[in-house]
């Protein structure tokens, strides 16, 4: 397969970055497209264009890697979530939410694809500990509703509503074009008026 083919991999974008990084990048554009399962170090060396042995110098196991793409991921999205309810009304934390995330899952959508599809690959006890990373994600966006409720900018919701602004959110990965009429940020802004004003007290 050649490097040109696989989504977010190209020379231009390797070039300069360390053998690490570029494993990284190798592993997570073969995931998207062949699946963890039907990827092997073998395809990971050949594109990177390392030995066996200073592929293993980086990582122990292809499981390993997986962790470590998966990890990488989850934990930006943890990052951007608090950053977006440090300070605000209910309402203003729910907005950064939903345009951040919205960001995210685009600008990341390989990723986003890699975590939901193959999860399940890791050892239960990484899987648990990658899936309360997002368990804390989601008590941010618990929070940022209860937030709202009580200063009155949002009305009352439950936890079946926060998972539907939640999925909202996550959707765009799947289908957004680079080329259509919104950015990543203005289609957020977009998700984040409709929830806003269907959530208006």
């Keep these: ?33 062949k699946g963890y399962a039907a990827t092997s170090l073998s395809d990971i060396e050949e594109l990177v264009q390392v030995k066996r042995g200073a592929l293993y110098y980086h990582i122990s196991t292809k499981q390993e890697l997986l962790y470590m793409v998966v990890t990488q991921y989850v934990s930006d999205v943890l990052a951007v979530a608090e950053q977006a309810v440090a300070e605000g009304t209910g309402a203003e934390r729910l907005r950064g939410l939903i345009r951040t995330h919205v960001v995210s899952v685009i600008r990341y959508r390989h990723q986003q694809a890699i975590t939901i599809r193959d999860l399940d690959h890791l050892a239960p006890e990484r899987a648990a500990e990658l899936r309360e ?59 984040a008026d409709l929830w806003l004003r269907a959530l208006a007290p």
């Design 1 to 33: 397969m050649a490097v040109s083919t696989l989504p977010g991999l190209d020379p231009e974008s390797l070039a300069g970055l360390s053998t690490r990084d570029r494993i990284l990048r190798a592993a997570v554009a073969l995931f998207a497209t």
């Design 133 to 191: 990373v997002l368990d804390r994600v989601d008590a941010l966006w618990h929070q940022a509703l209860d937030t709202g409720a009580a200063d009155g900018t949002l009305a009352p919701t439950d936890t079946a509503v926060m998972n539907a602004i939640i999925d909202t959110a996550n959707g765009p990965w799947r289908w957004f074009d680079e080329g259509g009429t919104y950015s990543p940020e203005q289609l957020g802004e977009r998700y």
